[in-house]
């Protein structure tokens, strides 16, 4: 979505044009082509062998099925700035009737707001961002050609940020096809088209720069990063590969101006290819849910969990809880077991392992490749629809730290931190009341508040329980992490902790803890 804007003129590119002009006024000027004298043995050069490509043919094919979006949207009375009396440069001059210095009375209000789109099929399907059209109360789409329609929302889906408009012409639609965006890869050449600043019909070119970023925007985040310059207003637009497929829908830019600096994102277009086909036949998108909360697997639990060699950010997802009655506990999942595929798809990370199962077709069946005690298994699961107010079937990074021992005090649950912390009456453990500054525990990602449920495989329920198998953990393999199971905020997690070594405090209970 792009604001308005104004033009200026850049002193800078003044200075530099006046240089140019200045280097061209002086050179030789070029010989004519009637005067023979000096046009005998003129260097004529011939077509070069790496020619920089020429996209003006592609450009000219798929334009006119790239719009432009405008959206228009009402603003509450409580969402507007409130102008004191007096205008903006007069603070002595109130507004004719208004007390002067009171704020003045506000009224909901009409805004725009503008995109990009295009046109996926003669029918007038068309591909934008969720965020071009949430909230509006009308849709406006302008062709190529000027020509504006209205359009009909039907349907978005904010875990994407995809939105699919439907406009109606008389006359014959251009349209695009979807590619293969499995085949792009980083160095091919993207040309991006859509309507920056409210500037329709502009054209970016660049390179894929890499693949499957996480942004922070949502939990299936695996966006593709360029450098076509992508600006507001490139919302929804199109990123088209050399064969004139789009490969991409430009969403979001890292920007510390808020301008293109080079680093753009855009959904891969096989994400496109089934949110869309859902969106069209239903106005929503169903995804595979099987319930299960998830962690990354650092290098200290890895060894922890007896996991086989594997690459730093290729470790799996380690499942941190698993629902009650849900389809991962129906199945077998238990915590710390570490998912490595998904029906034959290698799992990498807990983002991967949220992608994977959200593309399952719920009622269907999903083979899950896991680690269990260091022992590979294979378990089915039977996937379930996740509903609109439930997270994905894996969750991102919890902090956690590296290696390190440990160096906390402990406390059994009292009526006071039970209420403080929010835990369930169910809820058993040692409370973490104190991290040492600089110690091992507070570079394992430890933290005050923090409920102790478990060490290893044994569940613990006080702090002595938990400082004796965390000693007898140590006693076994004094080299090899500890593996403790915590709750924080609510949620299950799981902290290889290194704690061989070093000093163990006193916890409250008189027993001692680690």
């Keep these: 979505m792009a604001p308005r804007t104004k033009h200026r003129r850049l002193t800078a590119t003044l200075l530099a044009s006046t240089a140019a002009l200045t280097v061209i006024l002086s050179a030789p000027l070029p010989a004519f082509a009637g005067d023979a004298a000096q046009h005998e043995g003129a260097i004529q050069p011939t077509e070069l062998p790496h020619a920089l490509p020429d996209f003006v043919a592609l450009v000219k094919q798929v334009k006119p099925a790239v719009v432009s979006i405008t959206s228009k949207m009402r603003v509450p009375a409580d969402e507007q700035p409130q102008m004191q009396g007096g205008f903006p440069g007069f603070p002595g ?3 004719p009737g208004v007390p002067f210095g009171q704020a003045q009375p506000s009224r909901p209000r ?54 699919v408009l439907k406009i109606t012409s008389k006359k014959r639609l251009p349209f695009i096809l979807l590619g293969d965006s499995s085949a792009a890869e ?4 993207v040309v991006a088209v ?56 430009n969403t979001a830019i890292t920007s510390p101006s808020g301008g293109s600096v080079g680093i753009g994102f855009a959904i ?5 290819k089934a949110i869309v086909a859902q969106l069209k036949k239903s106005g929503h998108v169903t995804r595979g849910y099987i319930g299960v909360e998830t962690q990354p697997v650092t290098s200290a639990m890895a060894g922890a969990l007896k996991l086989p060699e594997a690459d730093n950010e290729d470790r799996g ?35 991967e392992l949220a992608i994977a199962i959200a593309g399952v077709v719920p009622g269907s069946h999903a083979s899950l490749k896991i680690i269990r005690n260091g022992a590979a298994e294979s378990l089915d699961v039977t996937v379930t629809t996740l509903a609109a107010d439930q997270g994905a079937a894996g969750v991102g990074d919890n902090g956690e730290g590296g290696s390190g021992g440990l160096g906390v005090n402990l406390s059994p649950i009292t009526p006071q931190l039970r209420q403080q912390l929010n835990l369930a009456d169910s809820a058993r453990g040692a409370i973490i009341t104190e991290i040492k500054p600089g110690s091992p525990a507070e570079s394992a990602g430890l933290q005050a508040g923090d409920l102790i449920t478990g060490v290893g495989d044994k569940a613990v329920s006080t702090p002595a329980e938990a400082a004796r ?5 140590i006693a076994a393999n004094p080299a090899q992490a500890v593996v403790l199971r915590i709750l924080r905020n609510g949620q299950p997690l799981f902290i290889g902790a290194q704690i061989g070594g070093g000093d163990q405090p006193d916890g409250d209970s008189g027993d001692g803890a680690p």
């Design 93 to 95: 001059f109130p507004f």
């Design 110 to 163: 009409t805004t725009e707001a503008r995109g990009s789109g295009f046109i996926i099929d003669a029918d007038g399907t068309v591909v934008t961002n969720n965020h071009v059209v949430k909230g509006a109360t009308s849709v406006t789409v302008t062709l190529a050609d000027g020509t504006e329609l209205p359009a009909k929302i039907l349907g978005r889906d904010a875990r994407t940020d995809l939105a």
């Design 186 to 189: 980083p160095g091919a050449w």
């Design 194 to 249: 859509g309507n920056p600043f409210g500037l329709g019909g502009s054209v970016t070119l660049g390179i894929v720069s890499a693949l499957g970023r996480d942004i922070g925007e949502g939990p299936y985040d695996s966006f593709m990063q360029v450098d076509a310059a992508i600006n507001p207003g490139n919302s929804g637009g199109p990123l088209f590969n050399q064969d004139g497929k789009v490969v991409g829908v």
């Design 268 to 272: 891969p277009s096989n994400t496109v």
């Design 317 to 351: 997802a380690l499942v941190a809880g698993v629902e009650p009655d849900s389809p991962a506990a129906r199945a077998g999942l238990q915590p710390r077991d570490v998912i490595l595929g998904v029906n034959g798809t290698k799992v990498g990370s807990p983002k």
């Design 469 to 473: 198998a965390i000693r007898a953990a």
